[in-house]
């Protein structure tokens, strides 16, 4: 059975860093190209970041270019999204998905809570 | 770059059918046959339903259907039942492997 679990969500005061994780199982990690997904609290979806099967490519949307980092480690089957000099509007759910089609993401993690309030 | 639109909100009685737009550019929905669906109830995380346009995974019902003309992706979805109510994202491949999602719209079934 395919699970992905993210954790490390919490609160942080504005300029902080925090760094989430998502744990993979149930299927071959190092095979798939992976995303980050955020919701905000009462908002729609929007995609943060993704990264290539070896991480040798990286892909960002403008608002959290050179403050978050997303990166990977196949040998643990864990997907990580390092946030820096992070910002109230970084206030949301972070989802962890799997990109198993061109487009689309069929396995969704359950979602951390970030929160950044001083 | 805007999120794609979508109408905020949608309904239809169980039975009938629904359609969702999503409407962007030929810079994203019209360039690309990159478009998805995804259906999200509240507190939960948001479950494909749609892939490449028209795709449907494995699992999903056929009463849920995709297509797209021009710049306008749209999502039907017929013989509504109650566990259809939900909010309905699309989501376009908008170039150099970055993704955009619309702003959703919530479908009520009366």
């Known amino acids: 059975e395919v699970q992905l679990v993210e954790s490390g969500g919490g609160l942080v005061q504005p300029g902080g860093s925090l760094r989430v994780s998502c744990a993979a199982s149930?299927?071959?990690?190092?095979?798939?190209?992976m995303n980050w997904v955020r919701q905000a609290p009462g908002k729609g979806l929007e995609w943060v970041a993704n990264i290539k099967e070896d991480g040798s490519q990286k892909y960002y949307v403008d608002s959290v270019k050179g403050r978050f980092t997303v990166s990977r480690d196949n040998a643990k089957n864990s997907l990580y999204l390092q946030m820096n000099s992070l910002r109230g509007e970084d206030t949301a759910v972070y989802y962890c998905?799997?990109?198993?089609?061109?487009?689309?993401?069929?396995?969704w993690g359950q979602g951390t809570r970030v929160t950044v309030s001083s | 770059q805007s999120a794609l639109t979508q109408p905020a909100s949608v309904s239809g009685s169980p039975g009938q059918s629904i359609t969702i737009s999503c409407t962007g550019t030929?810079?994203?929905?019209?360039?690309?046959?990159?478009v998805s669906w995804y259906q999200q109830h509240p507190g939960k995380a948001p479950k494909l339903m749609i892939y490449d346009v028209s795709n449907r995974p494995s699992g999903v019902s056929n009463r849920f259907s995709g297509s797209k003309s021009g710049n306008t992706a749209s999502l039907t979805i017929s013989g509504l039942q109650a566990e259809d109510e939900a909010d309905y994202y699309c989501s376009s491949y908008i170039g150099f492997n970055t993704w955009m999602f619309g702003g959703g719209t919530k479908l009520t079934v009366l």
């Open positions: 998905a799997r990109a198993g089609f061109t487009s689309g993401c069929d396995f």
């Open positions: 149930g299927f071959t990690f190092s095979s798939y190209w």
């Open positions: 030929s810079s994203d929905v019209g360039g690309y046959n990159y």
